[in-house]
């Protein structure tokens, strides 16, 4: 199992910043990712637009196979470049992802499975916070072919198994490894969060 950092988003609600490059709580959201990670995966790939911008970090880039700017297309470009048969995906603007929750997840993985997501209460799957597998590819890349980029398209298409929130709640009451940040509103909240829960 790879862990795959998708990198590629243009933060235009943040004000056209690299949101992996954004602090909460005094730290890139990226490094808080990369923390969570290295202790779950032994490979690690950022999904990005260009490679420069992560150079310090010595971790391999996988860059966009087509031109257009989607989720969708950063999972194809993660799964085509790593070298297990399946990833764990995350997006670049979560700064509270919580081990314990990713790590309940994968104890729901299968290796049959092609898809492995999160199901809430409200019927709503977290396409990233999801596992992939390789086997996913040939239907992504059909479906960028379409130009459709709505992720969980495809998904009739593979066998998928839905997690409850029930089983991940335990080891993430409220469900911050979902809180993701598009506006400065929404950076300003998660600032308040880490000062006072400490994250």
């Known amino acids: ?6 990198a590629g988003g243009l933060g235009t609600r943040m004000g056209n910043v690299r949101k992996a490059f954004v602090e ?4 890139r959201i990226l490094d808080r990712l990369l923390r969570v990670y290295g202790d ?3 490979e690690i790939v950022i999904a990005a637009r260009e490679a420069e911008p992560y150079a310090e970090y010595g971790l391999p880039v996988a860059l966009d196979l087509v031109d257009a700017r989607s989720s969708l297309t950063g999972i194809h470009a993660g799964l085509s470049a ?3 048969q399946h990833a764990f995906f995350a997006a670049c603007d979560v700064p509270f992802l919580q081990p314990g929750l990713v ?6 993985f299968r290796p049959e499975l092609d898809v492995l997501a999160p199901l809430k209460e409200d019927g709503y799957r977290e396409p990233l916070c ?3 597998s390789r086997r996913c590819l040939p239907h992504i890349k059909a479906q960028l072919d379409r130009g459709d980029f709505k992720i ?3 998904f009739s298409e593979v066998r998928v198994r839905e997690v409850p929130v029930s089983l991940l709640r335990p080891h993430d009451p409220d469900l911050l490894s979902f809180r993701n940040l598009n506006t400065p509103q929404e950076l300003a909240r998660a600032e308040a969060l880490a000062r006072e829960r400490g994250l």
């Open 1 to 6: 199992m790879a862990g795959v950092i998708l």
């Open 24 to 27: 909460v709580g005094g730290r």
């Open 82 to 84: 790593v070298r297990a």
């Open 40 to 42: 779950i995966f032994e």
């Open 103 to 108: 790590r309940a997840l994968l104890e729901e």
């Open 130 to 132: 999801a596992v992939y």
């Open 152 to 154: 969980i398209r495809f």
